[in-house]
């Protein structure tokens, strides 16, 4: 298979793609590579600017949910996070204060974490 050419154009209420192309590309080829998984959640590279792998933390996060008995599916986690992509995007933001091994002591990271909770 040989891929040539390929256009893209976001729906309206998508970031401008100059603005998430490197983004773009790089989901893209994780999911032609098979390291991202191809779903609804992949458009919050456009709505959010998030990368593939902030992706797999969300997508996690809705197979948690699920196996916890949630009632709410994964596709109803998409729909609502593309809904609101600034729910998205913090949520990823607290999961990356709470748990990246750098950058924060404890009491800045509960006053970052306490931010973001607003």
Same mark, same amino acid.
Do not use: C
């Given at each position: 298979?040989?891929?040539?050419d390929f256009?893209?154009l976001p729906p /309206?209420? =998508?970031r401008?793609?100059?603005e998430v192309?490197?983004?773009v /590309?790089?989901? *893209?080829a994780?999911?032609?590579?098979?390291?991202? /998984?191809?779903d609804?959640?992949?458009?919050l590279?456009l709505?959010?600017?998030?990368?593939?792998r902030?992706?797999?933390? !969300?997508?996690?996060?809705?197979?948690?949910?699920?196996q916890?008995?949630?009632?709410?599916s994964?596709r109803?986690v998409e729909?609502?996070?593309?809904? =609101?992509?600034e729910l998205?995007?913090?949520?990823?933001? !607290?999961?990356?204060?709470?748990f990246?091994? *750098?950058?924060?002591?404890?009491d /800045?990271?509960?006053?970052?974490?306490?931010d973001v909770?607003g």
């Open positions: 298979i040989h891929l040539y256009g893209l /309206e209420g =998508h401008e793609l100059a192309r490197p983004q /590309e790089n989901a *893209f994780a999911a032609w590579r098979g390291e991202a /998984e191809v609804g959640f992949n458009e590279v709505r959010a600017g998030l990368t593939w902030q992706i797999v933390v !969300l997508r996690a996060y809705a197979k948690y949910l699920r916890t008995g949630s009632a709410f994964q109803y729909q609502t996070f593309i809904a =609101h992509p998205a995007a913090l949520l990823l933001r !607290l999961f990356e204060i709470k990246m091994p *750098f950058g924060y002591d404890g /800045e990271r509960a006053q970052r974490s306490d909770k």
